[in-house]
């Protein structure tokens, strides 16, 4: 049964679309489930303790339903309920919980400037291990890998993980020192990308990362790193093979020399001379555009 949270003056038909019990509206600030949706949204911790995550605004919300995340609450404004009825219809059905709320609510749970005045808390999908990408009966499906090593800015991270998306990566691997991906910025960033991809978390130490780039060329994977040495291939020059591992690193101080050594080739977006690098989610796009392009992995219509 939903059970729907909301004050006593909505309509007959507003009733009747939510389809549910109406007990309370939640208008305090110090209410202990809307402190705890708070520390949800501010503390990585908190997440993974309870293994719940919240999203913010309706697009992504109705993403990440259909892609089959369990949503277990959904928070919204009265304003917001009235103005979005029959948009809200499709994402009511099977929550556990309706909570309508205060707009003053809204915007101290918000990571955003403007509060989208609807929320919804997530159940924190099981998380693929590696060995299920390398085993036998998924290798044969999968083609072109991205893994993403200790990247710091949260846009940037967003950003590539939805570029990659985009594109038709096929899994991306993480580094643990990368940004949650359940941090609200994180999901604003990739706009539910993460719904629509499988993203594997991967130690951060380059002794188990050069393990791991070793795995996969043994699966006849070519490894490429991203890099900007004088002696990298520019990136035109190369021809990817059918199976291919990207490696992107540190806005800063980019890829490890070890993890450099290990792969097949390292690669260079030429630029003009007065220009010295390129913003990492730009070049990861350029990277990846180049490798799906060169394959015939990605088919516009």
């Known amino acids: 049964m939903i059970l729907c949270l909301v004050r006593s003056g ?12 109406f007990l309370e509206f939640i208008t305090g600030n110090s209410n202990e489930r809307i402190k705890n949706i708070v520390n949800l949204v501010k503390d990585k911790k908190t997440r993974q303790k309870q293994g719940l995550f919240v999203i913010e605004g309706l697009k992504i919300i109705l993403e990440a339903k259909k ?10 404004t009265e304003k917001f309920f009235k103005k979005n009825k029959s948009r809200l219809k499709n994402i009511l059905d099977n929550t556990l919980e309706i909570i309508i709320i205060t707009e003053n609510i809204s915007k101290k749970i918000s990571s955003n400037v403007t509060p989208q005045e609807v929320f919804a808390v997530c159940q924190i999908p099981e ?14 499906n999968i083609n072109n890998i991205l893994m993403i090593l200790n990247l710091q800015d949260i846009g940037n991270f967003g950003t590539i993980i939805r570029t990659a998306n985009a594109l038709g990566i096929d899994c991306i691997l993480i580094s643990s020192d990368c940004p949650d991906i359940y941090s609200p ?16 978390k991967i130690n951060n130490n380059t002794d188990d990362i050069k393990k791991i780039i070793k795995s996969f060329k043994d699966k006849n994977f070519m490894a490429v790193a991203s890099a900007v040495a004088d002696d990298c291939k520019n990136i035109n020059q190369i021809s990817f093979l059918n199976k291919n591992l990207i490696i992107v ?15 097949d080739e390292s690669v260079k977006i030429p630029m003009i001379k007065e220009a010295d690098s390129l913003n990492v989610a730009v070049a990861s796009g350029i990277l990846i555009w180049e490798l799906v392009s060169k394959t015939n992995k990605l088919y516009l219509k």
């Not at 909505?10 to 019990?21: A, M, Y």
């Not at 990739?190 to 629509?196: D, E, K, L």
């Open 127 to 140: 998380t693929k291990l590696l060995d299920h990408v390398l085993d036998k009966k998924n290798i044969n």
């Open 10 to 21: 909505l309509t007959s038909f507003e009733r009747f679309l939510c389809g549910v019990i």
């Open 249 to 263: 690193g540190n806005e800063g101080n980019g890829l490890d020399r070890e993890i450099i050594k290990i792969c």
């Open 185 to 200: 910025k994180v999901l604003r960033a990739t706009m539910g990308a993460i719904f629509n991809i499988n993203i594997i």
């Open 67 to 76: 892609t089959n995340i369990k949503i277990k609450t959904i928070l919204l």
